[in-house]
């Protein structure tokens, strides 16, 4: 069985950091890539980013680009997000997500964790 | 960028009745090599995340009830849900992946029970 368990989440200061992690199992991690997907209360779901099977390539939504980080450690099957210079508009559920391996660029995604919350306020 | 909008924006439809949710996207997402638009539908219950419903427009995910149902090709997209199920109360997102590597999803319907 495919498992996605997020961690990480909670509350930090506009310009603070945080690091999310995703541990996954049930499947060949490296074969998939994988995606963050967040979605502000009460909002509407939007893409942040995407890493490679491999985690060689990684591509960031311009809301985020210069400020977040992807990287997956797949040897322990573990994906995370290091956010840095964190905003109050970065308050969101931060859901990990797996790429189908049918849909273009992993982009299609047919496993989610439950998510994490973060929330940027001072 | 290739920006997605739905409507309509809520919907409120009586149990066993059809339901049809539209979604419009800026610029073709029908990739013309291999005919497939790369549209993708999410249904998302409150306090759970987004499940796969429609990939391709119109591929059902596995485990998908058949009264789900996808159409649309190029920039004109429908979500259909045949008879109405109390369970179906949620809302539903459209999604391009042509864009790649970036995609992007529309606002979302919050569809209810009449």
């Known amino acids: 069985e495919v498992q996605v368990l997020e961690s990480g989440g909670g509350l930090v200061q506009p310009g603070g950091s945080l690091r999310l992690s995703c541990a996954t199992s049930g499947f060949t991690f490296s074969n998939f890539a994988m995606s963050w997907v967040r979605q502000a209360p009460g909002k509407g779901l939007e893409w942040v980013s995407v890493i490679s099977g491999s985690g060689d390539s990684s591509n960031y939504a311009e809301s985020v680009k210069g400020r977040f980080t992807m990287s997956r450690d797949n040897s322990k099957n573990t994906l995370y997000l290091q956010m840095n210079s964190l905003r109050a508009e970065d308050t969101a559920t931060y859901y990990c997500?797996?790429?189908?391996?049918?849909?273009?660029?992993?982009?299609?995604?047919?496993?989610w964790g439950q998510g994490t919350l973060v929330t940027v306020s001072s | 960028d290739i920006v997605m909008t739905q409507s309509p924006d809520s919907l409120a439809v009586s149990l066993g009745e059809r339901a049809t949710i539209n979604c419009k996207s800026s610029?073709?997402?029908?990739?013309?090599?291999?005919?497939?638009?790369?549209l993708a539908w999410y249904q998302q219950k409150p306090g759970q995340p987004p499940k796969l419903l429609i990939y391709w427009a119109s591929t059902r995910a596995s485990g998908v009830p058949d009264r789900f149902s996808g159409s649309g090709s190029g920039t004109d997209f429908t979500l259909t849900i045949s008879s109405l199920q109390a369970e179906d109360v949620a809302a539903y997102y459209c999604?391009?992946?042509?864009?790649?590597?970036?995609?992007?999803f529309g606002q979302g319907t919050k569809l209810e029970i009449k």
């Open positions: 999604q391009q992946h042509y864009s790649i590597p970036t995609c992007s």
């Open positions: 610029q073709s997402i029908l990739y013309s090599s291999n005919n497939k638009s790369y």
């Open positions: 997500a797996r790429g189908a391996w049918y849909c273009s660029g992993g982009h299609c995604y047919d496993h």
